[in-house]
């Protein structure tokens, strides 16, 4: 099973879950949001663009790469267009949302710090303010 604090950690149960996800970087950032979104307002929809950092499984230089073509750009020169399982990971810890986001990703030549974008169709009419009171009161 995966967990995300501040989404499903309630639901662990040390009895009968031994070897448990934290799921990804990427995925802690985006279902909290998510969640505080969905309970309040109602997700119908959703995609999620993440700008992330370069990672260790990136090749320094240009070089091949038997799995994607992209994959063989060099980390340190190039935006390179990815996939991401954050989207399908937020339906796991949010069972609601299981196939409502879909989701890709942008690797970028920085050393650190990455972010998430999330649009989103409401079921509920509201305003960025009424958003934003949500997410503040929920952190």
């Given amino acids: ?50 700008i992330h950092a370069t990672t260790a499984t ?3 230089v240009d070089g091949p790469s038997m799995k994607e073509w992209r994959d063989g750009r060099g980390a340190s020169q190039n935006i390179i267009p990815a996939a991401t399982g954050a989207a399908k990971a937020v339906g796991k810890v949010i069972p609601a949302l299981n196939g409502k986001l879909t989701g890709m990703a942008f690797r970028v030549p920085v050393a650190d710090v990455s972010v998430v974008d999330l649009t989103v169709r409401l079921k509920t009419p509201t305003s960025y303010d009424q958003i934003k009171a949500k997410v503040k009161a929920a952190s």
């Fill in 1 to 50: 099973p995966m967990f995300v604090m501040g989404v499903n950690e309630d639901s662990y149960d040390p009895k009968v879950h031994h070897i448990v996800s934290n799921a990804s970087c990427t995925t802690n950032c985006l279902a909290p949001l998510a969640k505080i979104i969905h309970d309040n307002f109602g997700i119908e929809e959703g995609l999620m663009t993440t």
């Fill in 58 to 60: 990136q090749k320094t």
